[in-house]
């Protein structure tokens, strides 16, 4: 059905159309993906250049996925209680932005070390109400698909930024002050888009209709049309988020997965960043398509992630190919995962909510990631036996959580 708006008045600027608000912000996240995971491809020997041990670049490593993952939920509060999303995202996007620069700009380690984490803190800010923000417009474009959109832009930047430093740097002879620098282009970018779009787009919720929140039981739908903001989430949001806990629990880290090509002989270092590039390809494709087939069959579709992540226990096979497979799977796990996930999310709590909601989504999948690493690293030093194992038995434990969770919702009675 085409969409209708009503005719501005003078001096009106004239609403976007959903799927050019959810395009438009698919951009800013391209760009704003260049910068920062342009910057994530080469922290590690940056950091080395500058005097960091091995040990130094693992533990900041693992602190900023933490800071970016686990502060999403006080964020979210934070959010929620002031309701300025568009402030929120905008700050959140100019940390990350201008932190990266500077960080090349700096050589010495520890100013180095802390804009790093501020850019991973940028990440934090951001991420609650901008998702907000797009669950606005997918009202109208279909969840799935709009979040799907939105992962498959994002991917392109991170195999982009990548790309981008790498020629650089060969161009270059290896000057990282002028990798860094380069970046500072797509964020001036981002930061425009975004202006641009608040201004065409003052408060995104308009695209929610009355249906949209009467859908919502115990009180939500009230809430959704008011406005009024809530610390309650709804029991069906737990045990949803208890499931996609589990999951992540099966889901095998990169770096293992490259630990373990390399020690055996099986790919270079040169080919590594090239099979990450692989798994940021299918990334970006499985959101699009999985994103598509939830807006269609529902989020059973969802049932293939534990399904996959099974399958992407390969890559600790014994041959090459078996890891070009194995991650190339392993890539349309997370691709689903921070996607369609996050569209199921806004089915289940009302608008007012749903910043608090990505905040605990994000913070309870960064614990189980942290947990994941650490113990499938212990696995796979005993046995890489062990730690298949492990991963095997995370995804028939988490197919079945998510089974019984799903099947609960009113969407998923029989006969409907």
Not at 67 to 91: D, E, F, P
Not at 192 to 204: G, K, M, S, T
Not at 271 to 277: D, E, M, Y
Not at 348 to 365: K, N, Q, T
């Amino acid at each position: 059905m085409t969409e209708q708006h009503p005719a501005p008045a003078r001096g009106v600027t004239r609403l976007l159309r959903p799927w050019h608000f959810v395009l438009v912000f698919g951009i800013v996240s391209l760009l704003a993906d260049m910068v920062y995971e342009g910057a994530r491809s080469i922290i590690g020997p940056y950091l080395a250049a500058l005097g960091a041990s091995a040990t130094v670049v693992g533990i900041v490593a693992g602190a900023g996925e933490f800071i970016g993952y686990g502060l999403r939920v006080v964020t979210g509060y934070a959010v929620t209680r002031t309701r300025h999303y568009w402030s929120w995202t905008i700050l959140g996007y100019a940390l990350t932005v201008l932190s990266v620069p500077l960080i090349g700009a700096t050589g010495i380690l520890a100013p180095a070390l802390l804009l790093y984490g501020t850019e991973r803190l940028g990440k934090a800010v951001r991420s609650p109400a901008k998702d907000t923000l797009l669950s606005h417009a997918s009202a109208k474009t279909g969840r799935g698909s709009a979040f799907g959109v939105h992962q498959a832009l994002d991917q392109t930047g991170a195999m982009l930024g990548p790309l981008l430093l790498a020629a650089v740097l060969v161009w270059n002879g290896g000057d990282y002050r002028l990798a860094f620098g380069v970046l500072i282009v797509p964020g001036i970018l981002v930061l425009a888009l975004l202006f641009w779009l608040r201004h065409r787009v003052p408060d995104p919720i308009v695209y929610e209709g009355p249906d949209d929140a009467r859908k919502f039981g115990d009180g939500d739908a009230e809430e959704a049309t008011t406005g009024a903001s809530t610390r309650r989430l709804p029991a069906r949001f737990w045990q949803y988020i208890a499931a996609v806990a589990v999951l992540s629990l099966g889901v095998a880290p990169f770096p293992l997965l490259a630990f373990h090509a390399q020690t055996h002989g099986l790919l270079s270092d040169a080919l590594v960043p090239v099979v990450f590039a692989v798994a940021m390809a299918t990334d970006g494709l499985s959101g699009l398509l999985v994103g598509h087939l939830h807006d269609r069959y529902g989020p059973l579709v969802l049932l293939a992630v534990p399904v996959t992540a099974g399958i992407a226990a390969i890559a600790f096979g014994g041959s090459t190919l078996l890891i070009w497979i194995g991650v190339a799977v392993w890539g349309l796990v997370n691709g689903v995962l921070d996607s369609t996930v996050k569209a199921v999310v806004t089915e289940l709590v009302s608008s007012a909510s749903r910043a608090i909601a990505f905040g605990w989504l994000a913070f309870v999948r960064g614990c189980s990631l942290l947990i994941a690493g650490a113990t499938l690293g212990a696995a796979y030093s005993s046995s890489i036996t062990l730690a298949i194992t492990v991963v095997i038995a995370a995804n028939i434990i988490g197919f079945v959580g998510l089974l019984l969770v799903l099947r609960r919702l009113p969407q998923y009675t029989p006969g409907r």
